[in-house]
């Protein structure tokens, strides 16, 4: 399958507007699609996204999931490895990264003052 993602040069990204919850994350964990689309049940496709978290917000299970992921910490903090009340974890502070293969387990994630992710997901072969 080829990238499902359109030729887009460089523009403006709207910082206020087009954000919205992901499918099981607290309302203070918002995504904003860049580009692409990720169809998880037929495992095709690639996309390009913004996650934020709001100052305090956190998830209590890890994640795993069947495709690649990308991520690079662009401002604040994260903290990887919390327990289901947002307590211990390694904290990270920005431009680091991690990549994610299929299957691998992560998280749960939380921030103190609130962070912006630039996340890459895709399936392979890409």
């Known amino acids: 399958m080829a990238v499902n993602k359109i030729h887009d040069e460089f523009r403006a990204v709207d910082m206020s507007t087009g954000w919205e919850v992901p499918a099981g994350y607290p309302k203070g964990i918002q995504q904003k ?12 496709g690639s996309r390009s996204r913004l996650l934020r ?9 890890p994640f795993v999931h069947e495709y690649w992921e990308e991520v690079f910490l662009v401002s604040g903090d994260l903290t990887v490895g919390n327990d289901e009340n947002g307590q211990g974890g390694e904290s990270f502070k920005p431009f680091t990264y991690a990549c994610r293969p299929p299957g691998a387990f992560h998280g749960p994630f939380k921030s103190e003052t609130g962070c912006v992710l630039f996340e890459l997901h895709y399936f392979d072969p890409v």
């Open 53 to 61: 978290f709001e100052p305090g917000e956190f998830t209590t299970k």
């Open 33 to 44: 699609i860049l580009s692409g689309g990720l169809d998880e049940e037929n495992r095709r």
